[in-house]
């Protein structure tokens, strides 16, 4: 018998099926129905079991005729799919049944909420306002896992998990595959007060056994747009937008033991106990508006932040975990800069320093005791959207006045205050508009401290300070092409010291002897600022994609109070050309290939920054991922590098990054991250970065992130001393070369006992070190040189008892502290979590915070991780209980 292979059938016969292929696909595509109706159903009369046995879930027309858009784009899926939708007056009902050959092979792993991991899930999507813009996405895997988060924009990929709605779900494995049932309450649901709704939908399988991701309404990955490319789901009626009353009351005990505190500090104790109590609640105002509010928030279960050493004269913005704050985080922020950055409410005090206390006051503590946090007392939310296509969000909270307390030398006890009563502002409105969603929007910022004019804090805090601007998100052709943009203004006031600092912050330096375009000003009381923007992109194309964009930021912009602004004084200039494949070939399933050029000028015409580079990255037959990026950055004219100074000039650098993944699907899955830097100049870097996870049985995951860093910084900024020469404007400003190295770990070990009770380990060992050498002055300003000490004429030496380098440069003679460091810490957290009722849970809770930094520059080694261990710090201990109180 002769075997029929693909050499044996004609070239027209090839294109023919091809031909019939493609138009079958188009075919489906084009006669599914792009709508669903919801089917009224009595009260009571659906039991959450997961198993569909109520007999009118049969009468329901299904979704169903899912397309893959993985591990190919456009093909029938693989299994089929029916959704099914029904509602009572309380609540959507869902009902999915996955059909499966061999229902072993469905991976149906336990874990916590919003972690479904690699197991089989469907997933809800609805655009409740039918905005186009926005989406709730509530997903169910097959072992009944929830997830759950909201899509602020029109991206699949955009996603905000601190959505945390209150709803219940079942899912059961059959001989045919698995079912699920959803309930979803319309109270935890936002929507227009009409009687007819109309919602838009999709529905997404992902089937990690066989790659293959599907969903009803299929979405071409050369398309843009997620939401507004959703089906209908009809059939709604009568039901309106909630306006009850939920309250979530708490009770804290915490327990802290501190094995660094001085035994003779009246002020503190090794041993802490403390109790607290407080409130969270909301409150329907109208169909559409939703007031949340809390008074004495407590947030012991959430992570420490990572560990870090920061050589750099900017400060480190770590993500907010709070959930009061993170929770509809989106609706407060706009297509401009930050002017809100949440975890400025509640931050340390402004005065949280000894020797700060010491020099702003004028006292001599033996011992002192800072308050660590700001005392919240407290916060409340609005956010909601009308009929009219307007979202509002706002935010207004209110922190306490804080004081340290100190004893003196002499034995007298004192208290200093180190922050005023404070009270935050934050409101933002957008307005949707045409076919295509377009928006436009407001934000406008306040700050007001009660401090004194004229007293002592008032020389270090501002007395208020106000932002804001307009924006606007312009979309054509189905969302094909976007004009997005901003113009906004900041405006702080205060006393003239707190003005001066301002001033002479790292996010302006108007001090800069070179800079004739700035002026510092020492009698300022207040400053003001702007900022504008305008960027154009190209969003959807089968191949070519292309962005331009320019930024400007004005030398006296100031976010800082309650936004997020790491220097001002740029002008900034981006492009991004963009070629991708999506059809599978040989070598990838997918690639893109990105050419990009980012520059930066000050407002004196000078160039700060200028780079190009080219990157590509692409998923292989095996669903590996990869990708390299090669980066090149020529001379220009740092205004930041001498902190304060005149300009510097740095010199030629180049990068390159590499990347390789595992399959996404995989039970054991990693990901790597190598980078190599290097310049002219002889600095270089490497770095190389881990994530692996794996999971033992269906029940306990195990994750961790090592990673490791080498620098050698040959222009560390060290400090500024005044008797330079001239070409220097009569200051040197010295730096030297840091032999730099970072180690660190992240480990998460959880175990799911049910999907409601869980156990959450993370651990995170970090050790640094620091070694500097080849100290010298700048040579003169605009130059990239150095003048070394110990060189013409000069001298240096090690004053080892009091770690100070001594320098001698003709007649002048000075010194600066020795800045070699080790760093050691280890924080930890450790979280018992059992949601014991609907929206109410339990939490038990074991913190490590341990550290110790000393002045030695020694070497390190994974060693040093296990020394970390062993560093002094403290144990906290909390219990807490919240009770989720629906009112209506």
């Known amino acids: 018998m002769k075997v029929q292979t693909w050499k044996n059938f004609s070239p027209n016969f090839i294109l023919s099926l091809m031909i019939l292929l493609t138009f079958n696909i188009i075919a489906q595509t084009e006669d599914r129905p792009s709508s669903l109706t919801a089917v009224k159903v009595a009260n009571g009369s659906i039991k959450l079991d997961g198993q569909l046995s109520e007999s009118f879930w049969e009468e329901v027309i299904p979704a169903d005729n899912f397309l893959t858009t993985r591990p190919d784009e456009g093909l029938p899926a693989s299994r089929a799919t029916e959704i099914r939708f029904a509602y009572d007056d309380n609540a959507l009902y869902i009902g999915g049944k996955m059909f499966c050959e061999d229902p072993s092979r469905i991976l149906a792993r336990v874990s916590r909420r919003d972690a479904a991991s690699n197991s089989e899930r469907l997933i809800i999507s609805l655009d409740t306002f039918r905005d186009r813009r ?282 200093f205050e180190i922050e005023p009563a404070t009270g935050f502002g934050v409101l933002r409105l957008q307005q949707e508009f045409g076919k295509d969603a377009s928006a436009v929007g407001l934000t406008i910022t306040g700050v007001e401290r009660d401090v004194t004019s004229g007293a002592a804090l008032a020389e270090i805090v501002t007395k208020s300070a106000y932002s804001g601007g307009v924006d606007w998100s312009l979309r054509f052709s189905d969302n094909t092409y976007s004009l997005t943009g ?127 580079e080219i990157e590509l990255t692409g998923v292989f037959p095996n669903f590996w991922r990869g990708g390299i990026e090669i980066g090149y950055s020529p001379r220009s004219q740092s205004n930041r590098l001498t902190r304060g100074g005149p300009y510097m000039q740095t010199g030629n650098a180049w990068s390159v990054e590499l990347e390789l993944g595992s399959n996404f699907a995989s039970s054991t899955r990693w990901e790597t991250e190598i980078e190599f830097e290097g310049s002219e100049l002889g600095h270089w870097e490497y770095s190389a970065g881990l994530e692996y996870s794996m999971h033992f049985g269906n029940r306990l995951e195990f994750s961790m992130t090592p990673y490791f860093e080498r620098e050698i910084n040959v222009r560390q900024y060290i400090d500024e001393v005044a008797g330079g020469g001239e070409a220097t404007f009569g200051n040197r400003y010295i730096f030297g070369t840091i032999d730099q190295r970072t180690i660190a770990t992240q480990f998460r070990l959880n175990y799911a006992f049910t999907p409601s009770f869980t156990l959450e380990l993370y651990a995170e060992p970090f050790a640094a070190k620091g070694n500097f050498y080849n100290f010298g002055e700048l040579e003169a300003a605009r130059s990239r040189f150095l003048r070394m000490y110990g060189t013409d004429g000069s001298t240096l030496s090690l004053d080892a008892e009091n770690d100070l380098y001594q320098v001698t440069d003709g007649s002048s003679n000075f010194s600066f502290e020795r800045p070699d460091f080790n760093v050691l810490s ?37 060693g040093s991780l296990l020394d970390a261990f062993g560093s002094e710090g403290n144990n906290f201990f909390a219990l807490k209980l919240n009770y989720w109180l629906p009112v209506k």
Do not use: C
Not at 574 to 595: A, D, M, Q, S
Not at 828 to 850: A, I, K
């Open 134 to 415: 926005t989406a709730y996405s509530f997903g169910i895997t097959a072992s009944g896992v929830r997830v759950d988060y909201y899509h602020p924009s029109d991206e699949e990929r955009s996603r905000d998990y601190n959505y945390d709605p209150v709803w219940s779900a079942k899912s059961r494995i059959d001989a045919e595959g698995w079912t699920t049932e959803i309930r979803i309450p319309f109270s935890q649901l936002r929507f227009n007060n009409v009687d007819k709704q109309i919602w838009g939908v999709n529905i997404n399988r992902w089937a990690p056994d066989i790659n293959e991701d599907s969903y009803w309404i299929f979405v071409p990955s050369y398309e843009n747009g997620w939401s507004s490319k959703f089906g209908v789901l009809e059939g709604i009626e009568g039901v309106q937008p909630s306006r009850g009353v939920e309250f979530l009351p708490y009770t804290a005990a915490e327990l802290t033991f501190d094995n660094s505190i001085d035994d003779d500090n009246p002020f503190l104790d090794k041993t802490d106990l403390d109790q607290r109590a407080g409130v969270d609640f909301k409150i329907g105002l109208g169909p559409n508006l939703t007031l949340d509010a809390t008074v004495n928030p407590d947030f012991g279960q959430v992570e420490a932040d990572p560990a870090e050493v920061n050589l750099s004269a900017f400060e480190t913005f770590f993500d907010e975990r709070r959930p009061f704050f993170t929770e509809g985080d989106q609706l407060l922020q706009g297509f401009g800069p930050n002017y809100y950055y949440s975890r400025r409410i509640g931050a340390n005090p402004h005065l949280n320093d000894e020797d700060d206390l010491e020099e702003l006051y004028e006292v001599n503590p033996a011992y002192s005791s800072f308050q660590g946090n700001t005392t919240i007392l407290g916060a409340s939310k609005l956010t909601g959207r009308l009929n009219s296509g307007l979202s509002i969000g706002a935010v207004a909270a209110l922190t306490a006045r804080e004081y340290a307390r100190i004893e003196t030398v002499s034995g007298e006890e004192e208290s």
């Open 486 to 612: 901003h113009a906004g203004f900041s405006h702080v006031r205060g006393e003239a010291a707190a003005l001066l600092d301002i001033q002479q912050s790292s996010a302006h330096y108007f001090q800069r002897p070179d800079a004739d375009y700035l002026e510092l000003d020492s009698t300022r009381t207040s400053l003001g600022g702007y900022t504008a923007s305008m960027r154009f992109r190209k969003n959807s194309g089968r191949h070519w994609l292309y962005r331009a964009s320019f930024w400007v930021d004005s030398p006296g912009l100031e976010l800082n109070d309650i936004g997020r602004l790491r220097s001002a004084d740029g002008i900034n200039t981006n492009g991004r050309l963009i070629y991708r494949e999506t059809v599978p070939g040989k070598l990838f399933r997918r690639y893109t290939i990105e050419f990009g050029s980012a520059n930066r000028w000050d407002f004196g015409g000078e160039r700060q920054r200028s780079q190009s």
């Open 826 to 862: 280890f924080r930890s957290n450790l979280v018992l979590r059992w949601e014991w009722l609907p929206g109410s849970s339990f939490f038990l809770v074991w913190q490590q915070d341990r550290g110790s930094e000393e002045m030695l520059g020694k070497n390190i080694g994974a």
